[in-house]
């Protein structure tokens, strides 16, 4: 099944090239392109939406954006030299700072008379989150989104990211369908905690939740309600769709109770591969950082690709499947993840699909992203887009996991929750990182 708006396909949402729908769209919005940890003092190749560039922070320490190919004669960037305000090519010495302009060209008279004239590709880019995020669209960035899970101290949040196989969108969409929960992820209990036992056993046994959706103004909330064993009780598991490539979920850090969330977001490094930044974040309780970054480190290769592919079939064990996990893959969640999104293709046929009433979320967010396309031709921002800084307190981007009474309106108690700010810090969770640091030395 093909959704369609107009002209507009969601097959184009898959292309993100510079002047494709997709690409124009995901372009106007500020996106993680490295992590922090992976930037040093030599220039960084990266690739984004199709997009060869160079991450690098000039002689002052400052960071920057460029095209790799040299606007003289197209000599890759990335293997020049930072001095002198910015970063020069190797092959005749061309100088270009961080905006782009070139400040010296050494093999021409005078240095260069008419060096102003020439422009190197670049891009605004920031630090938030433990990220490097660039915006690559056209005009003034839009406001930078204060999303609790990004902007919060080091203390409070954990980033990693992962390389997938596959195209952005059919990642995204896994993201925002809470029905598969039950099944791709379920696996024995025992070894878990007590406090975390009752809630999976709940998801295991209900594995057809009751959903609705309402839309918001960076996208959709997702409500997922299942029964438990009290009738006056129920399990209610709030996930958001962030327009246009993240999500907010309950994640590694949801058994801590209200106050955290973990942010996806899926970004193009091309049409047939992605990163899935991942942003774990509690503001009430410390997060066990040390034991999310061993399980994820165990499951990783160099270069955060996963062990586990489609040349090795993800190393299924089905012994493993047969008694402990539903997928034979292991306890971490990322893991099925990338699994059942690269098993679908490098970009995923929706001609080929069944959508159902579980899939509520997926038509709609397919349908808000070619509404925002549509929107781009008349010059109008897209959802999610913020212009004003009191707008870009995304505090209102409620998440939960928790079991409430039967009788709760779901988007009501979101309502109140972002009104009271569950995501206001603690300071016993910065102090008692403090003092863990001083402690071990």
Known sequence: MQE?????????????????????LLRRFWQPVALVRDVGEDPTP???????LVLFRDDNGMLGLLGAKCAHRCADLSFGRVEDGGLRCVYHGWLFDRSGRCLDQPGEPEGGVNRDKVRQIAYPVMEAGGAVWAYMGPGEPPEFPRFPAVV?????????????????????????D?????????????????????????????????????????????????????????????????MPNACAIAGSES??????????????IDDESHWRYEFMFHSKKPMAKEAIVAAYNSEKAEGDRPRRNAENRYQQDRRDMREKTYTGMGYV????????????????????????????????????????VAGLETGADPRGVVRAPQEADFSDVVVMAQQVEATVDGNELCEALGRENIYQLDPAVAEEASAG?????
């Open 333 to 372: 969640f990322p893991v099925h993840d990338l699994f059942v999104t690269e098993s679908q293709g490098p970009i995923h046929d929706r001609s080929c699909e069944f959508l159902a009433t579980s899939d509520v979320a997926i038509v709609r967010m397919r349908r808000q992203l070619l509404e925002a």
């Open 178 to 242: 809470p029905v598969h929960t039950s099944y791709l992820h379920r696996h024995d209990t025992a070894h878990l905690p007590a406090s975390r036992q009752k809630s999976m056993r709940t998801m295991h046994a209900n594995g057809a939740p009751r959903l609705s959706i309402a839309d918001t103004r960076f996208g959709i909330r997702i409500f997922a309600e299942r029964t438990t064993e009290n009738p006056s009780e129920k399990i209610l598991r709030v996930t958001n769709f962030v």
């Open 255 to 268: 058994h801590l109770g209200r106050g955290g969330c973990t942010m996806n977001w899926q970004v193009p």
């Open 4 to 24: 369609s708006r107009g002209r507009y396909t969601v097959e184009m949402l898959t292309r993100t090239g510079p002047g494709t729908p997709g690409g124009d």
């Open 437 to 441: 640091v001083s402690a071990g030395g």
């Open 152 to 176: 919060a101290p080091d203390a409070y949040r954990l980033t990693e990211r992962w390389h997938s196989a596959c195209n952005w969108l059919q990642a995204l969409e896994g993201d925002v």
């Open 46 to 52: 990266v690739r984004v939406m199709g997009e060869n």
